[in-house]
């Protein structure tokens, strides 16, 4: 009788484990470990100086690859994308976990290998208005390969596997985002609990971040305004940001926050958190800001109704007044303020909890192994097998 053998994925698509840069990061960091746990061979492919070796959060058990790629704002996803595969396809994992619709380019490289292939499609990247009309077109047709030549597709949002399905004919499993809810954290100094307003968001113009200035340009006259972002690039509202943070005593640009306690310690004191995403599916921040406790105000979209429900918040439309006056009612009524926190708390608890998350993964993962009985847990890994 042969020698059973540890399940093996490959996660692309990402700029490396760990790493802090945005939700699909976030997502790899608390999933790769999970996998350890549950009997898998994870290796995590990266991009070079993106993740720090003696970051205590690393766990050893998870291998990393580094490959080579182009770095631009249009070429890195597709180059660094293109790389990872090809390496993984040579390594042949029993499955490959891909984060992004814009690698879906490179799945007939996997299918060739027998490589199944579970895809992330993520928003619908073709609507964000950061990206050219070449960039758009280029999402839209990794999409159309993705719906196409993979073996199966998560949707982080119910909004977007609708989306699918209309448009491509397929829809996928859903798995959202998960959050954790913080203990108790202290408070920003020079802040005061529920008195400041507060946006968390990276400075591109569909996340509303224009008119949030316009509105916060107001609002900082009689309270505090918290700004964490960027756009990661530089431009015109990195610019705009400092700017009205060194005319205005009350408006703090903090740039991007690295520490999730400080983070966290934000969310769960802010009087009123604005949410401007307007395309997207479960945006990851937004979880984590309910389960933070965030006293929330989401640009209404559907995808924003799906993820806070009836109580979880309130809405507002994209124009400065209207962004304005919903902040400022929220920041002048403390009884609100704490049923909005309990409410976006509980939900958050019952809906996105990492737990349930990863276990989700794990489950539509191990469904793409060609014989999971055999493929259980044991001493022998796929990095040994393949030195």
Not at 161 to 190: C, H, K, M, S
Not at 333 to 347: K, V
Request: hydrophobic fraction near 40%; include cysteine; glycine fraction near 10%.
């Amino acid at each position: 009788m042969g020698s059973r053998r540890t399940p093996s994925v490959a996660v692309i698509g990402t700029r490396g484990y760990p790493s802090y840069y945005g939700g699909f990061e976030t997502a790899v960091r608390r999933l790769a470990p999970y996998l350890v746990d549950h009997g898998w061979d994870v290796t995590v492919y990266g991009r070079p100086d993106t993740t720090d070796p003696a970051d205590p959060e690393r766990d050893g058990r998870v291998h990393t690859r580094v490959t080579k790629g182009i770095d631009s704002r249009t070429l890195s996803t597709l180059s660094y994308g293109l790389t990872s595969t090809m390496d993984a396809a040579r390594r042949r994992p029993d499955v490959a976990l891909i984060m992004n619709v814009a690698n879906g380019f490179w799945l007939p490289l996997l299918k060739l290998r027998g490589i199944p292939t579970v895809v992330n499609v993520d928003g619908l990247e073709w609507e964000r208005e950061k990206w050219s009309a070449l960039g758009k077109a280029v999402f839209r047709a990794g999409a159309r390969v993705t719906a196409r030549l993979s073996t199966e597709r998560i949707v982080d949002a119910r909004t977007i596997g609708a989306a699918w399905q209309t448009r491509f004919g397929v829809n996928g499993t859903f798995i959202p985002y998960g959050a954790d809810v913080p203990p108790p954290l202290p408070i920003e100094p020079g802040l005061t609990h529920r008195g400041y307003a507060l946006a968390v968001a990276r400075f591109v113009p569909e996340n509303t971040v224009g008119p949030f200035f316009d509105a916060a340009e107001r609002l900082a006259a009689d309270h505090d305004v918290i700004v964490v972002g960027s756009s990661g690039y530089g431009g015109e509202l990195d610019e705009r940001a400092r700017a009205l943070s060194q005319r205005l005593p009350r408006f703090h640009w903090l740039g991007h926050v690295h520490d999730d306690h400080r983070l966290h310690s934000l969310w769960q004191h802010a009087g009123a958190y604005f949410h401007g995403h307007s395309v997207g599916g479960t945006n990851p921040a937004l979880v984590q800001a309910m389960a933070c406790g965030a006293p929330i105000v989401a640009r209404d979209t559907p995808h924003s109704r799906e993820v806070l429900g009836a109580d979880a918040g309130e809405f507002t439309g994209p124009q400065p007044a209207a962004i304005e006056s919903a902040l400022r009612s929220l920041l002048s009524d403390p009884a609100r303020q704490e049923q909005l926190s309990e409410a976006a708390t509980l939900r958050a608890r019952e809906a996105y909890s990492w737990e349930s998350v990863n276990a989700s993964y794990e489950a539509l993962l191990r469904a793409q192994l060609p014989d999971a009985a055999t493929l259980t847990t044991t001493t022998e890994s796929q990095s040994d097998r393949e030195r």
